[in-house]
C-alpha cells in the first residue's frame, strides 16, 4: 500500500537539556486507520493532546520546589516564583496536528506560557540575582562567578507588604519612573532604575530616600515588598540584568 505517509514523518523536540522526545514511525503506524474501500490509510490524532500532556508532566516546572544553594545558608528548599517552563498545551497540540498534517520531517519547540532560563533539572543556570531576606543582602552572579553584591531592605514583614520569595525572572526594565500613587498604595516614589521581578508587582530599585541599608531595618521600616537598593549599587545592577534573568529569593 502506497501512501503518502509512508516513509513516515518524524517529529523532534530537542529542546528538554538532554533529552529530546521525538514522534517518529513507532509512534505514528498505531494510530494509523486503514479503509479497505479505498485502499487508504488516514492518520487520527486523537492521541496528540495526551502526548503533550505527558510532555507537561515530564518537563515542566513552574510553581516546582526546587533546591537552591545559596552564597552564606547552605542548600535551602525554594517553593513557588514565576519563573519556570509551562507549555501551553492547546497552542502545541495544534502546533503537533499541523506538522503532522504536512507528513513531513520537523524538528520544533513547545509552544510555551512561561518560561526559565535553561532545560534540564537546574532552569535556573549559573546567571542569576540572589536575595536573602534574613541577611537583608544580594548577590549577582555571572557565569557562576560572584560579580555585585550588596546590603538591602526588603518588605517590612506583614502579610500585605513582605517581599514574595520563590524563583522570579526579571521581566521588565524601566528608567525614570514613578512607583505606587497616594490614592490607591498610600506612597508614590521616583526611582530611577526599575526591574520587577514577579506578579506581585513588587521589583529592584533604587531608593534614594534612604541613607541606610541592610541589618534589621526591613523589620520596622521595611518597604512595600520592593527590594530597595543603594542608588550606585542599583545602576551597576541595571546594566547587568537583563529579561529573563532569575531573581532567587529566600
Same mark, same amino acid.
Given at each position: 500500500i502506497h501512501h503518502p505517509i509512508i516513509p513516515p514523518c518524524i517529529v523532534t523536540f530537542p529542546s528538554?537539556? @538532554?533529552?529530546? @522526545?521525538?514522534i517518529d514511525w513507532e509512534k505514528i503506524k498505531k494510530h494509523l486507520e486503514y479503509n479497505p474501500d479505498t485502499a487508504v490509510l488516514t492518520l487520527k490524532t486523537k492521541w496528540v493532546?495526551? %502526548?503533550?500532556?505527558?510532555?507537561?508532566?515530564?518537563y515542566n516546572t513552574y510553581g516546582k520546589t526546587r533546591k %537552591?544553594?545559596?552564597?552564606?545558608?547552605?542548600?535551602?528548599?525554594?517553593?513557588g516564583g514565576i519563573m519556570g517552563w509551562w507549555i501551553n498545551e492547546d497552542e502545541t497540540v495544534k502546533q503537533l496536528k499541523k506538522i503532522l498534517k504536512k507528513k513531513k520531517s520537523k524538528t520544533v519547540e513547545p509552544i510555551y506560557r512561561n518560561v526559565a532560563a535553561q532545560h534540564g533539572k537546574d532552569d535556573i543556570g549559573d546567571?542569576?540575582? @540572589?536575595?536573602s531576606i534574613k541577611r537583608q543582602h544580594l548577590w %549577582? =552572579?555571572?557565569?557562576?562567578?560572584?560579580?555585585?553584591?550588596?546590603?538591602?531592605?526588603?518588605?517590612?514583614?506583614?502579610?500585605?507588604?513582605k517581599t514574595t520569595v520563590g524563583v522570579h525572572r526579571i521581566y521588565g526594565k524601566q528608567r525614570d519612573r514613578y512607583l505606587g500613587t497616594m490614592a490607591v498604595q498610600g506612597y508614590r516614589s521616583f526611582v530611577h532604575y526599575w526591574m520587577p521581578f514577579n506578579w506581585d508587582g513588587q521589583g529592584l530599585h533604587d531608593a534614594t530616600w534612604r541613607s541606610k541599608f541592610g541589618g534589621n531595618l526591613?523589620?520596622?521600616?521595611?518597604?512595600?515588598?520592593?527590594?530597595?537598593?543603594? =542608588?550606585? %549599587?542599583?545602576?551597576?545592577? =541595571? @546594566?547587568?540584568?537583563?529579561?529573563?534573568?532569575?531573581?532567587?529569593v529566600y
Open positions: 528538554f537539556g @538532554e533529552d529530546s @522526545e521525538i493532546r495526551n %502526548f503533550v500532556r505527558q510532555l507537561g508532566s515530564k %537552591f544553594k545559596t552564597t552564606k545558608d547552605g542548600k535551602v528548599t525554594i517553593h546567571t542569576y540575582v @540572589e536575595i %549577582f =552572579y555571572k557565569d557562576g562567578k560572584l560579580k555585585l553584591q550588596s546590603d538591602v531592605v526588603t518588605g517590612k514583614l506583614t502579610k500585605d507588604r526591613y523589620k520596622t521600616g521595611g518597604s512595600h515588598g520592593c527590594v530597595n537598593l543603594p =542608588y550606585s %549599587f542599583a545602576g551597576k545592577l =541595571y @546594566e547587568e540584568v537583563s529579561i529573563g534573568m532569575p531573581v532567587v
